[in-house]
């Protein structure tokens, strides 16, 4: 990472513990915010056309979708319930997010969108409503390309907490690039972490179907899905319905599997 990036991270650990007053906060935000607007190419809008979750551009504008997900017993080769997601759109916005444990345990994320820039002020003052407890609330602001892909995603999920991802998509509308980083502002131990910056790229096989993903950070070799850097042996498998939205998967080593059912 390069000296302004270490530069802002240190001021940004300074702020928080010498106690300083909400402006600086902000304007630690705004810069976070802004830090990769470098990669991003050509003219963006702020309005979605399509409904996007956990990186999936979701096709024909769902209302709501429930994953549930599956693993499987070795000993008896029984399927077994873990945790199930339900999703509801607004908008193509995800507006509300509800997980449920196999012992059912209930966490629940609601989501608030702004145009162009999270209000800071605005956030803090509606997170009150949901005080301590399961019910959360993220303030989030999102960039769209011409063609409806999202290419940038700010998210604030707590005053100490923050995340910034910037896409980029190949000739096909798949994401090939995907850069993040996340913002702590609270401990100064995880100065570091902020100053990095992760990249993934991922490589495809019959159509959409995510053949393998390796990341890096300031170009080194963090992981990789597949076996070796030229190996791409390993994949999930996809079922798709007739509006192309995958209904499916199951994971490469057989004992994992997601099922998708989708309102529309």
């Known amino acids: 990472m390069n000296i302004s990036a270490t530069i802002f991270t240190n001021v940004c650990v300074f702020l928080i513990l010498s106690g300083c007053g909400s402006s600086e906060v902000k304007k630690m935000h705004q810069a976070f915010d802004s830090s990769l607007d470098t990669l991003i190419k050509g003219t963006t809008s702020y309005v979605p056309t399509v409904a996007v979750y956990d990186d999936d551009t979701l096709k024909a504008s769902p209302k709501k979708v429930e994953d549930s997900f599956y693993y499987r017993v070795q000993q008896g080769g029984v399927w077994v319930l873990s945790e199930k997601i339900s999703i509801t759109f607004r908008d193509h916005n995800l507006v509300r997010l509800a997980l449920e444990t196999y012992d059912h345990n209930k966490t629940i994320v609601n989501h608030l969108y ?43 999920i707590s005053a100490e907490m923050r995340t910034l991802k910037v896409y980029k998509y190949d000739s096909l509308n798949r994401v090939s690039e995907l850069w993040q980083r996340t913002l702590f502002t609270k401990n100064i131990s995880d100065s570091a972490y902020n100053n990095r910056v992760v990249k993934t790229e991922y490589l495809y096989r019959d159509g959409f179907n995510k053949a393998a993903s390796r990341r890096y950070s300031n170009k080194t070799l963090l992981d990789s899905t597949a076996a070796s850097n030229d190996n791409l042996e390993i994949d999930w498998h996809y079922e798709y319905d007739k509006n192309g939205n995958w209904i499916r998967r199951e994971a490469p080593d057989g004992l994992h599997y997601v099922e998708r059912k989708i309102v529309y």
């Not at 999270?118 to 063609?147: E, F, M, N, T, V």
């Open 114 to 156: 702004y145009e162009k820039n999270i209000d800071d002020d605005d956030l803090i003052s509606k997170r009150r409503q949901y005080g301590p407890g399961d019910s959360s609330l993220y303030g989030s602001a999102r960039w769209y390309d011409k063609k409806g892909n999202n290419v940038k995603a700010v998210q604030a």
